[in-house]
């Protein structure tokens, strides 16, 4: 268990960078008051509407977001701290 807890650390450090696809998309796009086919390509994977409208969009980069919301939470913490 503290081995996994290990490497995802280290994953974690290694994929939390600015030269981060993820990162760069999102800055690329700071700031759009409006979204076209080019940036949905570009950030989103897929977009699923359920029976009774119930929408779900899966995000291109949605494993690197959350771990950097992770990685920012920790070190926050540890900062505190």
Do not use: W
């Not at 950030?43 to 920012?72: C, K, N, P, Q």
């Amino acid at each position: 268990m503290l081995e996994t807890l290990g490497e995802e650390s280290r994953a974690m450090e290694n994929g939390v960078t600015s030269a981060n696809p993820a990162f760069e998309a999102f800055r690329k796009y700071r700031g759009i008051t409006e979204i076209n086919r080019g940036i949905m390509t570009e950030l989103i994977r897929a977009v699923y509407i359920h029976e009774g409208g119930e929408i779900d969009i899966d995000f291109a980069f949605g494993d690197e977001t959350a771990r950097a919301a992770e990685f920012i939470e920790a070190n926050r913490v540890a900062v505190n701290s």
